[in-house]
């Protein structure tokens, strides 16, 4: 099955600099790479995706590549601000199968200091 | 906020007992995941209902069961619960899996087996 790895485990910038999260996965039918953010005691949020047809995806300060040769994708976050701290995942899946069952990294604690 | 809810929002257990979660799913979505995230750890894949079907499976025994019911709406079940069943429960409602990959998450049922 798939495997997503995901590199720092935590990260801490001070704010105005930017972030920048790395994910690798295993299997190259993966299609869908989704990142969600998760603040303490709530749900994962999704927060930018981006599909294998795509190489990047920029939403204001939040971007996403894909390296489909190289089977990994980054989360880049510029000017970061105190609110951005929280713990972000990626996680890929595939969509040949009928089923949309994300695989998730562990995850990267993110602290901004002001 | 997704329109996702899910209750309780904590639970306490313990070993041998059973539980049932609830979810209710996003309006308009007619798929609901089930993922358990352990203090740390990325959310993993428990199953998947489309349509009051189960429609995939990750790498968990029997005693998790689950439902979807007309409405969408969807129900955990865990029998003959085990100290390391302790865990974030997330559901995650979505579109036709054949076409739609984004999941929304709910806030999470915290579940304490002792």
């Known amino acids: 099955g798939e495997n997503v790895e995901q590199h720092p485990s935590t990260l801490s910038v001070q704010e105005g600099d930017s972030a920048v999260i790395k994910c690798t996965y295993s299997d190259s039918a993966s299609n869908y790479f989704p990142w969600y953010k998760q603040e303490l005691g709530k749900g994962p949020q999704l927060i930018i995706d981006?599909?294998?047809?795509?190489g990047e995806k920029k939403d204001q300060r939040i971007a996403v590549t894909l390296n489909k040769t190289a089977k990994h994708f980054s989360l880049h976050i510029t000017e970061t601000q105190p609110e951005d701290s929280a713990v972000y995942f990626c996680a890929a899946s595939r969509t040949d199968t009928g089923r949309r069952a994300l695989t998730f990294g562990s995850g990267t604690r993110l602290q901004v200091q002001p | 906020e997704t329109g996702v809810t899910q209750s309780p929002t904590h639970l306490i257990k313990t070993r041998g007992q059973q539980v049932t979660l609830r979810c209710s799913s996003q309006s308009g979505h007619n798929t609901v995941s089930w993922y358990q995230q352990a203090l740390g750890q990325g959310p993993q894949f428990i199953f998947q209902y489309y349509r009051e079907e189960e429609n995939g499976r990750g790498n968990f025994p029997p005693r998790f069961s689950g439902l979807q019911f007309p409405n969408y709406s969807s129900e955990l079940n865990v029998n003959a619960l085990e100290l390391d069943d302790s865990a974030l429960y997330l559901c995650?409602?979505?579109?036709?899996?054949?076409?739609?990959?984004?999941?929304?998450f709910g806030p999470g049922t915290r579940l304490l087996v002792l």
């Open positions: 995650a409602s979505s579109s036709d899996p054949t076409w739609e990959e984004t999941q929304y």
């Open positions: 981006i599909r294998s047809n795509v």
